[in-house]
């Protein structure tokens, strides 16, 4: 809630700019005499009777520009090894001050206390610090034009206090927790927030409004901190981990164990190089604590998206982010550096004899990674990451005893350079970026993997009229190398279909070892005002390629949208605030075959009461699918409509809840799909909390691939109707003990079952009506499958399910240091012969019935600073 406070982009009409004049207030260096406050929450240390008041916020929310109905009071003071920080904040009923107590880092409907700087006063980035009445903690760096990072965390100190007045806090900030220039003026930016929970008051010191998209360059300023000396920053967090696996197997397998012991140890560093630049790196890491994957079931030709969740990868990202989608979804999240490709389960397959077995490693070992951040002058801002991932290796017993090795996934060397210039006080951006992926393949056996791989290119932003306007556009290029085989199974991969029949455009090359491409997009828009709108697109050549360190979904493709929307902010009869917007785009290939065309009109609209509500609806007019064939001749797919809707409760009381519907219905009978998802959240008492999201979903087509066969020198398409349908829950359970105990469990349900019928095969992919570009497909079934006479396919119908349990106990014992406790459970499987029928019951029973498998592990870090 917090990140969504400072950097969301509320958008409403321009009223007169008075943020431009900037609030200033003195920074009290301590002295002798005053000494250095004790934190305790108190507030009667001298230095806080010396130094001068902040006060006079400002409503941002519920009455923008009106004064705070909650007085404030703020003061700051320095010395040589932090920044202190108290706050008072009067409540005139502090029995309905709202304390959630909760794990660190955890958003909840509380009262919260802010603080933020800007250190470098770069009217771009800052450091945010903030804490509830029960003494929960939350840091986090947010930038603007950027995403915040919650995944950041210092070691600093903040103690609270309640009483008749209201409740107070005391801060200890390090210097080494931040990044700051020694020389200068002594001004860094300087920004206080409160929120009052139960009036939904959100009040500033240095006002920002709803429009306003860039907070930190709406900061006041913090003046006197001159003198400062360059800190000491090497911090060291050495760990070690211990745990066992018990799990099911086959007694008769040489490498199994029905409990299989687990030890390592590792180290992480993070080094000041300078007082604005930092050296993050991390040796052997483990990330056993950090929750699995949703469960899925995916029959698409793409790879699904999977958020990263590991500390390192999450702290700092701002800097290395690069998106190349457009939308939402996982289209939206496409990007030049894609991290969870780093440690990456091994991609080979593995030989195993006669009577023989294997020992397969489950993930690729991340031998040790590195990121050096920051700013090095003159607007400068940089960030250069690189990572080792050592050799994997399968141990192979054959029937005679015989053990051999065989390699499973190369070692891998994986570097991120990003680079951006600020000018202009910020408003004017450029910066370049560069990706590389180099492999060792010799004598692996793994060549049909790239060799390497390379990507970069440079970007430039704009905002103007006040920030009223932004523009922004960025234009890449990228290189593959490999044998090959690599290279032809990159031209014949999902991204572009390079073999497929029917086009001039594309040449498929069995003979290259190397790939080139191209991408670029550009973006203009109005962000604020009443109205706002704005065109924005992408194009990337057939040969674009950046898999091996991003995540792209597809090349051969350029897109174009317009979008405007209205907003309005001002509370009336029955909405707080609403909006309305719409748009439309197209995309078409490189041979200029149109593959989508949309319009799409939406809003959503908040109530007096704080409920929510949305919805939506989109017409789509169809197109070529250059994939449906998955590498076959262009499909005329039909278009059709879809929508969504939904709605939420008041996130503030102890109940909440919020359901939500989206749909599709295919033109020409050709299919439908809905999805019915809902949520429920209890919290009891102040430190437990519950909550579950069950959902369902049914999806039914008439053109589901299935399969593909050569006969007589001809590939034949086989596709059918299918009716799959979903159910999954996540639940989760938080009980928090004090602000550094807590205690987490988590939940997983899934269930999917599809069935296929009406086969059939695409003769005439062009064909004007649906029902002509296919024939239908006579087969039989036996128990092997199906037999269509001139070639067979076996049966695709499915039924999966799974169910995960996640259980971490986080007690952080000394500022910095952690003790984790974690406990994981897992079962499921498939039925090996299924007619695809969606049986509840049946699923639960069978999920019951099957063996799990159990992790507990212990993990111990001990935070040093030098």
Known sequence: MLGTLLIAVALTAPAADTTNSVRQVAAYRLTSATGAPTLDGRLDDAVWMAADTIGGFTQREPREGEPSRFRTVVRVAFDNDAIYVAARAYDPEPSRISAQLTRRDEDSPSDWLMVGFDSRHDRRTAYVFAVNPAGVKRDMTIADGGDDDSGWDAVWSVAVGRDSLG????YRIPLSALRFAT???????FQALRVVQRENEQSYWSPV?????????????????RGLPAPRRLELLPYTVSGVTRAP???????YSSSELRGSVGLDVKYGVTSNLTLDAT????????????????????????????PFFTEGADIFRFGIGLGDGDGGNESLFYSRRVGRAPRGGVDVPEGGYADRPGQTNILGAAKLSGEIGRGWSIGVMNALTAEERATVLDADGVRSGQVVEPMTNYSVIRARRELNGGKTQFGAVTTGVIRRLDGTGMDWLRSRAFAGGADAQHRWGNDTYSARVWVLGSRIEGSTDAIRNAQGSSARYFQRPGQSYLRFDS?????????????????KGKWQGGFLGSVRSPGFETNDLGFQRAADEIVNVFWMQHIQRTPGKVFRDWNLAGNAWEARNFGWERAGRALNVNGSARF?????????????????DTRALRGGAALLAPGGYSGWMGGSSDSRKRLTGHTSLNWGLRDEDSGWRYNVSAGLGWRPTPSLRFSASPFYSRYNTAWQYVGAREVGGTRRYIFGELDQRTFGMSARVNKTFSPTLSLQLYAQPFMSAGKYGSFREPTSPDAGRFADRFTPL???????????????????????????LNAVARWEYRPGSTFFLAWSHSRGGSDDVTDGQFRFRRNLDALWNTEAANVVMLKANWWVSF
């Open 209 to 225: 409004r709803r429009d306003e998209p860039r907070q930190v360059a709406r900061f006041g300023e913090l003046r006197g901190l």
């Open 778 to 804: 006579a087969v039989t079934r036996d128990e092997k499958g199906y037999d269509a006479g001139a070639f067979r396919f076996g049966n695709p119908d499915f039924s999966v399910r799974d169910f995960n």
């Open 183 to 189: 020389g200068g003026d002594g001004v860094w930016g």
């Open 249 to 255: 197997g086959d007694e008769a397998n040489p490498f």
């Open 283 to 310: 040796f052997n890491p483990d990330f056993g604590q950090v929750e699995a994957d949703p469960s899925e079931v995916n029959l698409s030709a793409f790879e699904t998206f999977l958020s990263e969740r590991r």
């Open 608 to 624: 007096l009461n704080y409920w929510n509500t949305w919805g939506g609806v989109e017409r789509s007019f169809g197109g070529w």
């Open 167 to 170: 409740w107070t806090a005391e």
């Open 511 to 527: 003979a290259a070892t190397s790939l080139e491409g191209w991408a670029g997009s550009y973006n203009v828009a109005k962000v």
